[in-house]
T-cell receptor, first 114, second 108 residues
Framework: SAVISQKPSRDICQRGTSLTIQCQVDSQVTMMFWYRQQPGQSLTLIATANQGSEATYESGFVIDKFPISRPNLTFSTLTVSNMSPEDSSIYLC???????????FGPGTRLTVL | GIQVEQSPPDLILQEGANSTLRCNFSDSVNNLQWFHQNPWGQLINLFYIPSGTKQNGRLSATTVATERYSLLYISSSQTTDSGVYFCAGTGANSKLTFGKGITLSVRP
């Protein structure tokens, strides 16, 4: 499978502030994905992060609001900027493991914005 | 991209009962996975099953790719089976798209 860790596991933030979420994978991967799960909803892809290039964002998500870094093949960060209560969600990073032909997910970061 | 529909949206079972969860796709998928999201939010991989049938303990899954649907069977359900079950597929855009999930509650 894949060992994926995320920090922080949860946080409570004030509106207008920013939070950076870290994702660490136990081995090198080409693509890392960031998803958002709003309360009671399904998972929605925010962006795909490739090492050495800018992230590719899905419709409805923009780099100014969700900047992503991918400094190496095992690590990525997602920042949620200028937060509002509508950003309260679980944010999950994910990787595709070719050996298993499956996508695996980290434990998620539960964010509450007051 | 593809559309993923899951049914039923909610399911309540008595412990020991069996259930079938369904997933329909709007188009052909290259990859099809079933996940269980536990109450803490962790997504657990259950099956990678683009076609055919697989079994893992009390769980099994069948995908009929030509008819664009997949079924997840849970036998002798336990309270620990409670949570949300998602199916997800990858279409031509190579991005994993999730259904809305099925919320399962197993009562003792």
């Amino acid at each position: 499978s894949a060992v994926i860790s995320q920090k922080p596991s949860r946080d409570i933030c004030q509106r207008g502030t920013s939070l950076t979420i870290q994702c660490q994978v136990d081995s090198q991967v080409t693509m890392m994905f960031w998803y958002r799960q709003q309360p009671g909803q399904s998972l929605t892809l925010i962006a795909t992060a490739n090492q050495g290039s800018e992230a590719t964002y899905e419709s409805g998500f923009v780099i100014d609001k969700f900047p992503i870094s991918r400094p190496n093949l095992t690590f990525s960060t997602l920042t949620v900027s200028n937060m509002s209560p509508e950003d309260s969600s679980i944010y999950l990073c994910s990787v595709w493991r070719l050996a298993y032909n499956e996508q695996f997910f980290g434990p998620g970061t539960r964010l509450t914005v007051l | 991209g593809i559309q993923v529909e899951q049914s039923p949206p909610d399911l309540i079972l008595q412990e020991g009962a069996n259930s079938t969860l369904r997933c329909n796709f709007s188009d052909s998928v290259n990859n099809l996975q079933w996940f269980h999201q536990n109450p803490w939010g962790q997504l657990i991989n259950l099956f990678y099953i683009p076609s055919g049938t697989k079994q893992n303990g009390r769980l099994s899954a069948t995908t009929v790719a030509t008819e664009r649907y997949s079924l997840l069977y849970i036998s002798s359900s336990q309270t620990t089976d409670s949570g949300v079950y998602f199916c997800a597929g990858t279409g031509a855009n190579s991005k994993l798209t999730f259904g809305k999930g099925i919320t399962l509650s197993v009562r003792p």
